[in-house]
């Protein structure tokens, strides 16, 4: 069979045979068995529903060992034998060329080069997944390749819903993901709910097939550690020879040497297992590997003195790193964490002073007496970090939970008012005011054709398009706009292309628009094939993540998700080709709320409308809640969108004096 009449079959007439996982798997981790044995049939029955009634005397036993085995049944007799990955566009069969970039989406989010777990479906995060089980991939896949412009297609937590008619302006998908009546929305909800095939976490960009690969991490950290430098440096100085300390190899972590070396500073980087930072170092994203202190120090006082750019990996403990740097007097000028303390009792954090293995051990064995050690380290983390702060150094949170979990194992940790943590969040202090508040964000592409002169050719024409809109920035933007040029001229050099060929590039709403319509005007050319745009859910509207994305919301309304809410209606009636919203994403099933979109060009004049109204609207929407709040920058940038675009009219807070408060309720 041909891969097209694979994908047009669906679940195959014929039952596969059983296939066993491959021996070098990545897969996915052991999940909790929480199902009651009532609820354990209710799974199976679940399962089966997507099967003839023949094949469920088989099929019954084999997933009931699934679930034994893995916690989860992932019908993986079903994953398809083609080899799975991002095809150029005209190769998938389809009705409707926007469904077909979107298949394009989901096999690069499924392509082993790409996804943590594919196997398990899993894009990224651990848990991030694009569907629950292979039969809601054969059935989305059909689904897509048969439906036309005038029907949509509703993903339930990857289970396709079916295709209800619609409307040519209408999106082709609609996905939500983990959303839950919110007081069944606790950690453990989910892992029942994902047991029973109900419910999926979706991560950000995984559950909504924008995921690109390691890029938008590098880009994002890079952003984060420039200016991280930016809040400390005086005029005219550079970060050359200045030390920034971090923790953490893995994932996203993995980022922050790469990101160190474009920001032009001396990265240390601590990491505890080995084999993740013997990765990083083979990947080419960390210059040098250290396993010895001594030999950390002198390496790291000869790259002061020369002032270099070096990225340096410590196979050991943060912990220790903090405490004898403080000892030996280095001066530490940025300092943050990446490691996972969203999950600090299963492997996310390693205790200082118990060995690597004897971690893992106890762990398995004894996770009491390990999450005691945990908080112990915790302890000693802070109070080496407030060592430093005390000298000058500037400390921020990276959206792992360290302060949150520093905290809660009663480090000394919070600021005077007992209520705020005494360090700032990335978001607070740089994303939030320096890009967010101004509508700065994660946009993307792919080139649908595959080819990679069609994305040097975009790349070309998005930094253009920035150098023009350049010349007439305000004051206020200049640093950003520079930054993100460089970025997009040295975007091929720094080789981050894994999978589709697409490009990352953090641009404002007239940044993002403008580039769009430079794209649509080459696509109507011929000049390059169609164009899928997007941007991850960390973005200025499509997130209501009250410790991370809108940690920097201080109106009292962190706690409430309209924003993402509003954003994913707003953007699926002005032209998104898909949409999705999404429970959980990095910080956690039920702390976050994010939304996201898919919009493919193809050079029509359709297009263009969509481009003009959809773009405006996914950045402004979160500008408008942003300057509600009364954040200094956004109030700048809605007011200066208010200019651009005479009927945009957003309702502009009134300032109170601190004065008149004092007093009025004592
Ligand atoms: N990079 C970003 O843009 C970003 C943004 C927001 C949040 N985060 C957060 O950063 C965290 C890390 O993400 P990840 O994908 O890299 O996770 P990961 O689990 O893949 O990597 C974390 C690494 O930290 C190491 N580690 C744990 N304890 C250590 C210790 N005491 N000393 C030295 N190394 C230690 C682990 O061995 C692991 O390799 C997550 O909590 C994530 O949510 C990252």
């Known amino acids: 069979m041909t891969f097209k009449e694979q994908i047009l079959q669906g679940i195959p007439e014929k039952l596969p045979a059983p296939k066993p996982y491959p021996a070098d798997a990545n897969r996915a981790p052991l999940r909790k068995d929480i199902l009651s044995v009532e609820e354990k049939q209710l799974a199976i029955r679940n399962a089966l529903r997507y099967f003839p009634k023949e094949w469920h005397n088989e099929l019954a036993p084999e997933f009931a060992q699934e679930l034994k085995d893995y916690g989860r049944i992932y019908m993986y007799r079903f994953k398809p034998d083609y080899k799975m990955y991002a095809r150029p566009v005209e190769e998938y069969p389809a009705q409707s060329h926007q469904a077909a970039a979107i298949m394009l989406m989901i096999q690069n989010n499924l392509d082993p080069e790409v996804a943590q777990h594919p196997e398990e479906l899993i894009t990224y995060g651990g848990n991030g997944a694009v569907f629950q089980n292979w039969a809601q991939y054969l059935l989305t896949m059909k689904y897509l390749a048969t439906m036309t412009d005038e029907q949509t297609l509703n993903l339930y937590s990857g289970h396709p819903m079916g295709l209800f008619p619609s409307s040519k302006n209408a999106p082709r998908v609609v996905v939500t993901n983990g959303l839950v009546i919110p007081n069944y929305s606790k950690p453990d909800h989910w892992e029942k709910f994902n047991a029973l095939g109900v419910s999926q976490y979706g991560q950000m960009t995984a559950g909504s097939f924008m995921y690109i690969g390691p890029q938008g991490i590098v880009h994002g950290t890079t952003i984060t550690v420039m200016n991280a430098f930016r809040k400390i440096l005086k005029k005219g100085e550079t970060a050359a020879g200045k030390i920034f300390l971090t923790a953490g190899l893995g994932g996203m972590s993995g980022a922050q040497p790469k990101a160190g070396n474009i920001a032009g500073c001396i990265s240390i980087c601590a990491e505890v297992n080995p084999k993740a930072a013997t990765k990083r170092h083979k990947q080419g994203w960390v210059d040098l590997l250290i396993d010895n202190m001594d030999e950390l120090i002198a390496r790291v006082k000869k790259a002061q003195a020369d002032e270099e750019v070096v990225s340096i990996a410590y196979i050991g403990n943060v912990v220790d790193v903090w405490e004898r740097f403080d000892k030996e007097d280095i001066y530490v000028h940025v300092g943050s964490d990446q490691t996972s303390l969203h999950i600090p009792w299963t492997g996310g954090y390693y205790p200082v002073g118990v060995e690597f293995e004897e971690s893992n051990r106890m762990i398995r064995e004894e996770p009491e007496q390990f999450k005691v050690k945990v908080q112990e380290s915790l302890r000693r983390h802070a109070a080496a970090v407030n060592n430093h702060t005390a000298k000058g150094t500037y400390f921020f949170d990276y959206g792992n939970a360290f302060l949150l979990e520093a905290s809660r194992a009663g480090a000394d940790i919070m600021a005077e008012n007992g209520i705020d943590f005494r360090y700032s969040s990335y978001v607070q202090d740089i994303l939030g005011p320096m890009c967010f508040d101004y509508g700065f964000g994660p946009f993307r592409w792919v080139c649908t054709s595959g080819k990679p002169e069609d994305l040097d050719r975009t790349d070309q024409i998005a930094m253009e398009v920035l150098q023009k809109i350049m010349e007439n920035s305000p004051e206020e933007i200049q640093l950003q706009m520079q930054d993100n040029i460089t970025w997009i001229k040295e975007a091929k050099q720094n080789k981050m292309v894994v999978g589709s060929q697409a490009r990352i590039l953090y641009a404002d709403a007239e940044g993002r628009a403008k580039i769009a319509q430079a ?80 919009m493919v060009l193809d050079g029509t004049p359709e297009a263009e409308n969509r481009l003009k109204s959809m773009l405006f609207y996914d950045v402004n929407n979160g500008i408008a809640r942003r300057s509600w709040a009364r954040n200094e920058e956004a109030l700048f940038a809605i007011k200066r969108e208010m200019k651009r675009r005479p009927d945009l009219k957003v309702t502009i807070p009134n300032l109170v004096d601190d004065a008149l ?6």
């Open 519 to 598: 794209f649509n005007d080459a696509i109507a050319k011929g000049e390059i094939g169609n164009v899928v745009l997007g941007r991850d859910h960390h973005d200025v509207s499509g997130t209501d993540s009250p410790f991370r994305e809108t940690s920097n919301i201080y109106d009292g309304s962190k706690f409430t998700a309209d924003m993402a809410i509003q954003n994913v209606i707003g953007d699926s009636f002005r032209g998104a080709t898909w949409v999705s919203i999404h429970n959980g994403g990095g910080v956690g099933w039920g702390e976050v709320m994010n939304g996201g979109f898919g």
């Open 661 to 666: 408060l004092d007093g009025l309720f004592e």
